[in-house]
């Protein structure tokens, strides 16, 4: 007599396997993600910047520095190269920037890898050329020592505070919109010291906030290059 055995327990994958094949596609999503990248080098950086000699690490952080200096037109500065390399180069608090940094996994999964890195960029650009245009007014007017085109300043805060304002606004799913508006809420204090007086940090983070709110509201209302894209037809079968 042969063996009888039960076809729905033969043909259904075991719990693991089917656990793997469902975890693979977000794994694939993740590594397609820049935002992911972005936090992995914030992370990369914590213990080089610690492990590097003293020296070494000033040196970085005067030639990324977004200050007056180095944001003069070629060959006196460079410009491109600081606004960049400034973003993966904080200057206190290292850890906490990769965990703020997550919020920038959820505005790509929002907005798309092409307009969220656009769009962050240029929030940080705005901020930071806004900001230094300030102080290069001020130090005109004598409210600023001149030493102040030649300060550091690095670090991911513009583009972390307007990934932050996006993702309380957008992000999905609803609920983790709570979890973007705490990291703020606890990271304000810090960021806005100094505003009172004018600090050109603080005033910088306002600008990043307001550019994460204008972000937020194009894609919100459908305001090009921000829409949202049209969901694709769903093909039926014949």
């Known amino acids: 007599m042969s063996e009888r055995t039960d076809p729905s327990s033969s043909a259904a994958p075991s719990a693991p396997v089917a656990a793997a094949s469902s975890s693979r596609p977000r794994l694939r999503r993740l590594l397609r993600n820049p935002g992911s990248w972005y936090v992995a080098a914030l992370a990369v950086m914590w213990p080089v910047l610690r492990l590097l000699p003293p020296e070494r690490v000033l040196a970085l952080r005067e030639w990324a520095?977004?200050?007056?200096?180095?944001?003069?037109?070629?060959?006196?500065?460079?410009?491109?190269?600081?606004?960049?390399?400034?973003?993966?180069?904080?200057?206190?608090?290292?850890?906490?920037?990769?965990?703020?940094?997550?919020?920038?996994?959820?505005?790509?999964?929002?907005?798309?890898?092409?307009?969220?890195?656009?769009?962050?960029?240029?929030?940080?650009?705005?901020?930071?050329?806004?900001?230094?245009?300030?102080?290069?007014?001020?130090?005109?007017?004598?409210?600023?020592?001149?030493?102040?085109?030649?300060?550091?300043?690095?670090?991911?805060?513009?583009?972390?505070?307007?990934?932050?304002?996006?993702?309380?606004?957008?992000?999905?799913?609803?609920?983790?919109?709570?979890?973007?508006?705490?990291?703020?809420?606890?990271?304000?204090?810090?960021?806005?010291?100094?505003?009172?007086?004018?600090?050109?940090s603080a005033v910088g983070h306002v600008l990043a906030f307001v550019a994460g709110l204008a972000i937020a509201a194009a894609h919100r209302f459908g305001l090009p290059p921000l829409a949202r894209r049209p969901a694709r037809p769903t093909p039926t079968g014949s």
């Open 65 to 200: 520095s977004t200050n007056l200096d180095n944001l003069r037109p070629w060959p006196a500065g460079h410009p491109v190269e600081s606004l960049t390399v400034s973003v993966f180069v904080p200057q206190s608090t290292l850890w906490v920037w990769p965990v703020f940094a997550l919020s920038v996994v959820a505005v790509v999964s929002v907005l798309g890898a092409r307009r969220a890195v656009a769009a962050l960029a240029l929030a940080h650009v705005a901020a930071t050329g806004l900001t230094e245009a300030l102080v290069w007014w001020r130090i005109g007017h004598g409210s600023l020592p001149a030493a102040e085109a030649h300060v550091l300043d690095t670090g991911p805060s513009y583009v972390v505070v307007a990934a932050l304002t996006v993702a309380i606004a957008r992000a999905r799913p609803v609920w983790s919109r709570a979890v973007w508006l705490v990291m703020l809420a606890v990271a304000a204090p810090d960021l806005l010291s100094g505003i009172g007086d004018g600090e050109v």
